[in-house]
T-cell receptor, first 113, second 113 residues
Framework: NAGVTQTPKFQVLKTGQSMTLQCAQD?????MSWYRQDPGMGLRLIHY???????DQGEVPNGYNVSRSTTEDFPLRLLSAAPSQTSVYFC????????????FGEGSRLTVL | AQSVSQHNHHVILSEAASLELGCNYS??????LFWYVQYPGQHLQLLLK??????LVKGIKGFEAEFIKSKFSFNLRKPSVQWSDTAEYFC???????????FGSGTKLNVKP
C-alpha cells in the first residue's frame, strides 16, 4: 500500500523557471492538499481539493497553481519560481477533511536560486 | 496572527523526564484536535486525535493529550520520554465546514540519552 507518493524528492530551480510537483494517492481519498513547511512557521496550506474538479485556495496560494482531474492525482505547479518559494512541500490526503486524519507524503525539498 | 499557538519552540529533556507541550487555538465553534509527529527525515504522522467524549485521549507510544475547552487548549503529555521521541511535534485543528487543517508552528523535542 503506497499511500501518498510525491515526486521529485529534491529539486533545484533557477529563478523564473517553472516546474510541477506531483502527488498521487491510492487510498481513494476525496480530500487532498498541499502544504509548505518553513522553519518556525509550521505547515501552511497552499491549496486544497475536496474532489475531482474542485480546488480552492489555502493560506499562501500566490505563485502556485493546482488542478484535480482525477481522484488520485493533485499536482502543484510553480509557474515562475522565486527564491521565496524555497521550502519543503508536503502533499496530504484525507477521507474527510473534518473527521479524518491527514496522510502525508514524504515531502519534496525545493531550492530556488 | 497565529491561530494555533505552540508556546515551546524547542524543548530539551533527558531520558525519563516528563513532557508537556502546550497548544492553544483561537477558533470558536466545533473543532477537532490533532497532534502530529515528524521524526527526523520522515514525513508527518498522526500521534493522537480528539473528536468528542473523554477529554483525555491516548495515542501511540505512550502519549496522551487533554482537551480543556474553557482554555482552548490541547496539551500533549508523556510521563517518561525516550531518546526515540526526538522529533518535531505539531498541533493541528480542523473546523466543521471549513475543509482545512490549521497547524501550529511546531515544537522540536530533543531527548538526550
Amino acid at each position: 500500500n503506497a499511500g501518498v507518493t510525491q515526486t521529485p524528492k529534491f529539486q533545484v530551480l533557477k529563478t523564473g523557471q517553472s516546474m510541477t510537483l506531483q502527488c498521487a494517492q491510492d487510498m481513494n481519498h476525496e480530500y487532498m492538499s498541499w502544504y509548505r513547511q518553513d522553519p518556525g512557521m509550521g505547515l501552511r496550506l497552499i491549496h486544497y481539493s475536496v474532489g475531482a474538479g474542485i480546488t480552492d485556495q489555502g493560506e499562501v496560494p500566490n505563485g502556485y497553481n493546482v488542478s484535480r482531474s482525477t481522484t488520485e492525482d493533485f499536482p502543484l505547479r510553480l509557474l515562475s519560481a522565486a527564491p521565496s518559494q524555497t521550502s519543503v512541500y508536503f502533499c496530504a490526503s484525507s477521507r474527510d477533511p473534518y473527521t479524518g486524519e491527514l496522510f502525508f507524503g514524504e515531502g519534496s525539498r525545493l531550492t530556488v536560486l | 496572527a497565529q491561530s494555533v499557538s505552540q508556546h515551546n519552540h524547542h524543548v530539551i529533556l533527558s531520558e525519563a523526564a516528563s513532557l508537556e507541550l502546550g497548544c492553544n487555538y483561537s477558533y470558536g465553534g466545533t473543532v477537532n484536535l490533532f497532534w502530529y509527529v515528524q521524526y527526523p527525515g520522515q514525513h508527518l504522522q498522526l500521534l493522537l486525535k480528539y473528536f468528542s467524549g473523554d477529554p483525555l485521549v491516548k495515542g501511540i507510544k505512550g502519549f496522551e493529550a487533554e482537551f480543556i475547552k474553557s482554555k482552548f487548549s490541547f496539551n500533549l503529555r508523556k510521563p517518561s520520554v525516550q531518546w526515540s521521541d526526538t522529533a518535531e511535534y505539531f498541533c493541528a485543528v480542523s473546523r466543521y465546514n471549513f475543509n482545512k487543517f490549521y497547524f501550529g508552528s511546531g515544537t522540536k523535542l530533543n531527548v538526550k540519552p
